[in-house]
């Protein structure tokens, strides 16, 4: 039954195909022969397939984990150098037809406050988001035919575009809504979107079903199939992510490797990121509910394990984490952060006071102000990137995989990342925020192999002192 080329669901996340790969995985668990064969083979850079994988994530082994581990860093400095790129949602309206029993926004839902930005209000938000210094939002919305269809969030996605506030600019648009069809995947291609995110929540079809026991969303096929349409559709970054504790680990890991198999296999690129949210407290929601839930020690282990499966596939962890364990998996291979987010609807302008009805989807953890979490990321080595040149240069898909693949990273990348860096600390930065970064640029610069890049890097970041804005490799 297994086919990872086929387009059906059931036959490209074949459940026949994880209970083996899990079988698998515990009869070689303590198989060192096997176990050294697999990580010399991640050595080389070009991944490990759902097996190898599984069976490395299954492997109790102390210092095989820390093989595992110390591979992972290397991954991440190799093809990623010290750049972390961040960004922040923006929640658009909460109205949401479905029944997911982990989630607030729930129909069912009668005490949380339901609201919906207006144009008006997303002026608002972005410019307030803007005045923090982000640049690159992810939009989020409940599935919700008559309050939130495509034409809205089109509506939404082209008034972010052109808001232009004082420096500020959003420049990429990530979407984060429902499964929906080519067509309208075609639309929000054309309305200019970076990556369309869609989180499978779990791949355990029976699970599924029944954590949606109602709405559009219940349809497993059709939600798993999302990520072909969208790429039929001509968006070829897409995002895939699991909800971990929603089912066992082991089943969600082999899971989404599969699927990113499937869509390597079938559109020849890959996910161009993969997101590990746990589940959190919500209104009306309780974790402890959800008996699957991840110690913190293998959440590490599946972070370090994607890095190493799919080196090319950029790792999302937002602020449901808090800076303790967003601090451990940070070199394990994370490239993108959340920062000073909010997850209520118009919570940037007018932020939701404890006491009130709230509109929120989870409870944050991290709740630092952006330039607490560039300051943090700069004394921890890293370079806060608020970069966005591939999508804008129209590398997106396979050209942007040439890129990871040729390692161009630090002539591409690493530049640019230093020249938005340098944009944030002009504008928006605190007094200290600005002097430690600006050592950090000045030492980083000299990091950039091609001199021509160098020099060109170098002048740009001069201009940027001087007033002018948006340089770009
Ligand atoms: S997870 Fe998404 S689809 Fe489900 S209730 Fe929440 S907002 Fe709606
Ligand atoms: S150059 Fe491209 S891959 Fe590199 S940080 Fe910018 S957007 Fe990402």
């Known amino acids: 039954m297994y086919n990872v080329r086929s387009m059906k669901a059931e036959e490209f996340i074949s459940d026949e195909e994880i209970r083996e790969t899990l079988a698998y995985a515990d009869a070689n ?31 109790e082994i102390p210092e095989k984990t820390e093989e595992v581990y110390k591979l992972a860093e290397q991954i991440k400095k190799d093809y990623y150098g010290n750049r972390i790129v961040l960004f922040a949602p923006l929640y658009l309206s909460n109205y949401c037809v479905n029944g997911c029993v982990y989630c607030p926004y729930h129909l ?14 997303i002026v608002k938000e972005v410019t307030a988001l803007q005045d923090m210094g982000h640049k690159r939002l992810a939009i989020e919305a409940g599935e919700d035919p008559v309050n939130n269809p495509i034409e809205y969030i089109l509506e939404c996605i082209n008034t972010i575009y052109s808001i232009k506030h004082k420096n500020g600019a959003i420049r990429r ?31 355990h ?18 939600h798993t199939e999302a990520m072909d349409r969208a790429m039929e559709g001509g968006i070829d970054d897409v995002g895939l ?19 990113a ?54 790792m999302i962890i937002s602020t449901r984490e808090s800076q303790a364990v967003r601090e451990k998996v940070l070199p394990l291979g994370v490239s993108q952060i959340s920062g000073a987010s909010r997850t209520s609807v118009g919570g940037y302008a007018e932020p939701e006071v404890e006491e009130e009805v709230t509109s929120e989807q989870f409870d944050v953890s991290d709740q630092r102000t952006l330039d607490e979490v560039v300051n943090w990321l700069i004394k921890l080595g890293y370079i806060p990137s608020f970069c966005t040149a591939c999508y804008r240069e129209g590398r997106t898909g396979d050209r942007f995989m040439e890129l990871c693949k040729n390692m161009q990273i630090l002539n591409c990348c690493h530049p640019n990342a230093l020249m938005t860096l340098k944009e944030y600390l002009e504008d928006y930065a605190s007094e200290e925020t600005r002097k430690i970064g600006m050592k950090l640029i000045e030492r980083e610069l000299e990091k950039i192999p091609n001199p021509k890049v160098k020099q060109t890097a170098s002048d740009h970041i001069h201009d940027i002192a001087e007033g002018k804005r948006d340089f770009r490799f």
């Open 261 to 314: 198999e499937h869509l390597e296999a079938v559109h020849g690129v890959g996910p161009h990121t993969i997101s590990v949210p746990r589940i959190k407290h919500a209104d009306d929601i309780d974790p402890t509910a959800f008996d699957n839930s991840i110690d913190d020690e293998t959440f590490a282990k599946i972070c370090a394990l994607i890095r190493v499966s799919v080196p090319y596939t950029g």
């Open 108 to 121: 069912k839902n009668k005490h949380i406050a339901r609201k919906k930005l207006t144009q008006e209000d």
């Open 241 to 259: 992510g699991v909800l971990f504790g929603l089912d066992k680990y082991r089943y969600e890991f082999a899971g989404l490797l599969m699927h």
């Open 29 to 59: 668990k303590e198989n060192v022969a096997l176990i050294d064969e697999i990580i010399a083979k991640a050595k080389l850079g070009k991944g490990l397939n759902h097996r190898e994988a599984s069976v490395l994530l299954a492997c």
């Open 173 to 203: 648009v990530n979407v984060n809504i429902a499964a929906t069809t080519v067509e309208n995947y075609r639309r929000l291609k054309e309305a200019g979107i970076g990556t369309y995110i869609l989180f499978q929540e779990t791949y």
């Open 205 to 222: 079809k029976k699970n599924y079903e029944e954590l949606h026991p109602t709405g559009p969303k219940h349809d497993y096929a059709y």
